[in-house]
Every structure is written in C-alpha cells, then in structure tokens.
C-alpha cells in the first residue's frame, strides 16, 4: 500500500465520470484525480499524471499532460 503524501508519476488513460476525473492506470487500477485544472482535451486520451497520494486511491494531481 502506498503511503499518503508519497509521490505519483504514472500513465494511462484519463476517463471522466459523473464524480470527475480517473486515470485507469497502465499498470492496473484507477485513480481518482483531484485537479486544478480541467483538461478536457485530454479526456479518453493517454496521459502522464504527476502528483501525491491523498489515500484511498485518491491523487492530488500537480499536472496532467499528453504520454
């Protein structure tokens, strides 16, 4: 299990929902996303997602960007 406030660089695919944003991850799994910005130009897309564990499969995204 990952320690909160411990480091996220993964990449997968960004998927919206009713409740925001998730990155099904390349590695198996999901993350929920907490973001500053909205980037729906990236939506269904395969993205790089930087930022910490917030638990319980939560991430505090600093940044989103094209894979």
Same mark, same amino acid.
């Given at each position: 299990? #990952?320690?909160?406030? &411990?480091?996220? @660089?993964? #990449? *997968?695919?960004?998927?919206? @929902? @009713? $409740? *925001?944003?998730?990155?099904?991850? /390349?590695?198996?799994? &999901? ?6 910005? !909205? %980037?729906? /130009?990236?939506?269904?897309?395969? !993205? ?13 995204? @600093?940044? !989103?960007? %094209? $894979?």
């Amino acid at each position: 299990m #990952t320690e909160i406030g &411990a480091g996220v @660089d993964e #990449t *997968g695919r960004l998927v919206r @929902d @009713d $409740a *925001g944003f998730l990155l099904q991850r /390349d590695l198996g799994g &999901a993350y929920r996303l907490v973001l500053l910005r !909205v %980037p729906v /130009d990236l939506v269904e897309k395969r !993205v790089r997602v930087r930022g910490f564990h917030a638990g319980g499969g939560i991430v505090e995204a @600093d940044g !989103v960007a %094209p $894979a």
